[in-house]
């Protein structure tokens, strides 16, 4: 049985958007390795963690253990377990955690820019969230159809 995967709330919101752009191609591999790993087991345990965390491990911004933005990361990590209604030491399967990240912020656009508009990642995230919305508004219409 796998260990649980120590996960930064905010990380649970970007994996929700990663196509493969990062700081460097050796945080994209580690970063996309771990995204592979959760949606090809969903029900592991995800342990939500303060500081750095797995993907942390990978990042140019990781001085030791430390994050180089941790002020940003951490305000980032506080909005996510606001609007989740999670707490920092929370274990819950990736699939529930998914469910509330999809359901909270995945499905708003307002509420996603409430968050974390000011990181330089945003432009990448709102162009999936847009992308994500439209295919999911072309399935509800093709459902509707059906009927």
């Known amino acids: 049985m796998k260990k649980n995967l ?6 649970a919101l970007c994996l929700q958007f990663f196509i493969g752009k990062g700081y460097g191609d050796d945080f994209v591999a580690g970063m996309a390795e771990i995204q592979r790993a959760l949606w090809e087991h969903e029900d592991r345990t995800v342990l939500l963690v303060a500081g750095t965390d797995q993907i942390c491990a990978r990042c140019p911004n ?12 951490d305000r980032y990590d506080q909005k996510c377990l606001h609007v989740f209604g999670l707490k920092t030491g929370q274990s819950l399967s990736w699939r529930n955690l998914i469910q509330i990240v999809k359901r909270t912020a995945v499905l708003s656009p307002r509420v996603r820019a409430s968050i974390c508009s000011d990181c330089g ?3 990448v995230c709102r162009k999936q969230q847009a992308k994500l919305l439209a295919a999911m508004s072309v399935s509800m219409e093709t459902e509707k159809h059906r009927r």
């Open 121 to 123: 990642w945003d432009s």
């Open 6 to 11: 120590m996960l930064c709330p905010h990380h």
């Open 62 to 73: 990781n001085r030791a253990g430390v994050c180089e933005a941790a002020e940003k990361s």
